[in-house]
Structures are given as C-alpha cells and as structure tokens.
C-alpha cells in the first residue's frame, strides 16, 4: 500500500461546530504532516509529526487540534473555525522527517 | 517555453515542446529539493528529487538542474505532454528538516 488516504473529501461546517479530519497510511513512515492550501497557493505546513510525536506546530491557531494516535493514524480536530479557515487540508508522510513525502487527497473544508 | 516562477506564474507550451520551470528557493543551506506536480483537485505528486552534492538529475522526460551559487532550480520537460497540465511547486529541505513551498507554476499544454 503506497498511498495516503483523507478522509472526509469534502467537509461543509459552521463556525461553531467541532469535526475531524482523517489522514491514514501504511507505508511505515513516521514522519506525518499537515498542510493548509488556499486556491492558487503553495501549501503551507501547519504541523509535523515524527514518532508519533509533535515536533513542530508552525504557529497555529488553536483552533486547529492535531492527534497522532498511532503511526499510522493523523487527525486533525476543528473548532470553532472562521470563514477563512476555509481551504484545501493535506495530509502528507514520509519515511522520516526530512525525506520524501508522499501526499493525501486532501480534504476540500468550507466555513460558513 | 520557460516560466522564471516568481514573476511568471503561468506558463503556456505547444505540445511536443519542451518545457522549462524556474524556482528561487531562500535558504542557502537547504540541501535537498523535490518537484512536486498538482494536477486539478489532487494532493502534490513526486516529481524527481535532488541533493545539493548534485547539480543535475535525470528522470523518464525530466531533469532537474541545481546552481547552488545563485539559489536557483529548474525542471525541464521534454516533449511535453497534455497530461502535463497542472501547477508545478518546487520544495526546499531546509532548518530543521521542513520542507516549505515555492509559488508555483501553471503549466498549460496546448494540443
């Protein structure tokens, strides 16, 4: 299995409101990342995970809740989003921090 | 057709042309690059990889160059194809082993 997966596709919210998105892989890596994407922009890294451990949160809103419950397994928990919180979510894992990283779908998020 | 990334995000080729991609990366001591591909809706794809004891990289109709004096990358595509179409990132391995983002180019094939 050489993929990373996300779950929902899409996900529609309120301001207050509390989700989670799901990032699953099974290649081993133990390196896994988030990143938020606006149209037309690269993304942008929001946290990174390395042995099931935060090892760097790139000054975000605690708003955004990151959980790595296994080394396989990367949520990301959401409450009480803004309307510009709305963006592309991916997900991404390498074999160790610093390596190549292979890249989910993404999560398409709207906040109304 | 050649893109010089920061100040020509989009790029137009014929099909069949090859295709040149620029990008300016910042930190002097990041010492590994990646090329990624994003097609409509999708999540960034491995496009080829270097390191910074390389300056060149071949892969199946890709090359990627490296001049480390003046910061720059370039990805060329030979006889490019519609299946091209897509942004083209590229991605520097620097402090701490964070990647970070370039702008991105839009390639655009035309048939």
């Known amino acids: 299995d050489t993929e990373v997966t996300q779950t929902p596709k899409h996900l529609v919210m309120g301001m207050t409101n509390k989700k989670s998105l799901k990032c699953e892989q099974h290649?081993?890596?133990?390196?896994m990342y988030w990143y938020k994407q606006k149209a037309k922009k690269p993304p942008e890294l929001m946290f990174v995970y390395s042995y099931e451990k935060l090892s760097i949160n790139e000054s975000v809103p605690s708003r955004f809740s990151p959980e790595c419950p296994n080394s396989s397994l990367l949520n990301l928990h959401l409450h009480a989003l803004q309307p510009e919180d709305s963006a592309l979510y991916l997900c991404?894992?390498?074999?160790?921090?610093?390596?190549?990283?292979?890249f989910g779908p993404g999560t398409r998020l709207t906040v109304l | 057709g050649e893109s010089v990334g920061l100040h020509l995000p989009t790029l137009s080729v014929q099909e069949g042309d090859n295709s040149i991609i620029n990008c300016a990366y910042s930190n002097s001591a990041s010492d590994y690059f990646i090329w990624y591909k994003q097609e409509s809706g999708k999540g960034p794809q491995f496009i080829i990889d270097i390191r910074s004891n390389m300056d060149k990289r071949q892969g199946q109709r890709v090359t990627v160059l490296l001049n480390k004096t003046v910061k720059h990358l370039s990805l060329q595509i030979a006889a490019t194809q519609p299946g091209d179409s897509a942004v083209y990132f590229c991605a520097e391995n620097t402090i701490g082993n964070q990647f970070y983002f370039g702008t991105g180019t839009s390639l655009t094939v035309i048939p």
């Open positions: 290649m081993g890596h133990r390196a």
């Open positions: 991404a894992s390498s074999q160790n921090r610093g390596g190549e990283q292979f």
